[in-house]
Nanobody, 123 residues
């Protein structure tokens, strides 16, 4: 089973950009579909984006479509989330997630979670 470590969070102004990274340990990273979720204070964890094991298929929540891009580099055991045109409502802890055999688009399908990285968008 992989272990996941996120990085790249921080404070950014409204309209700014950030790129999150998620580094995975283990030799089986390429067998996992990967996803990003987020959880704002007082709210449930919600799906943001997912990518299949080979990187050929991606899926986004409506709220981030056309602003966020998920990608992966299996040679580096890393998945990325490029976030552009950030809004205050994007403020949340962002979690990297991994799943084998199921699309990582809902919480119940996730096998492995990262510890999370905080993204704060100021208005």
């Amino acid at each position: 089973q992989v272990q996941l470590v996120e990085s790249g969070g921080g404070l950014v102004q409204n309209g700014g950009s950030l790129r999150l990274s998620c580094a995975a340990s283990g030799r089986t990273f390429s067998s996992y579909a990967m996803g990003w979720f987020r959880q704002a204070p007082g709210k449930e964890r919600e799906f943001v984006a997912s990518i299949n094991w080979g990187g050929s298929s991606t899926y986004y929540a409506d709220s981030v479509e056309d602003r966020f891009t998920i990608s992966r580099d299996n040679a580096k055991n890393t998945v990325y989330l490029q976030m552009n045109s950030l809004k205050p409502e994007d403020t949340a802890v962002y979690y990297c997630a991994a799943s084998r055999g199921r699309i990582p688009s809902v919480v119940r399908n996730i096998e492995v979670w990262g510890q999370g990285t905080l993204v704060t968008v100021s208005s």
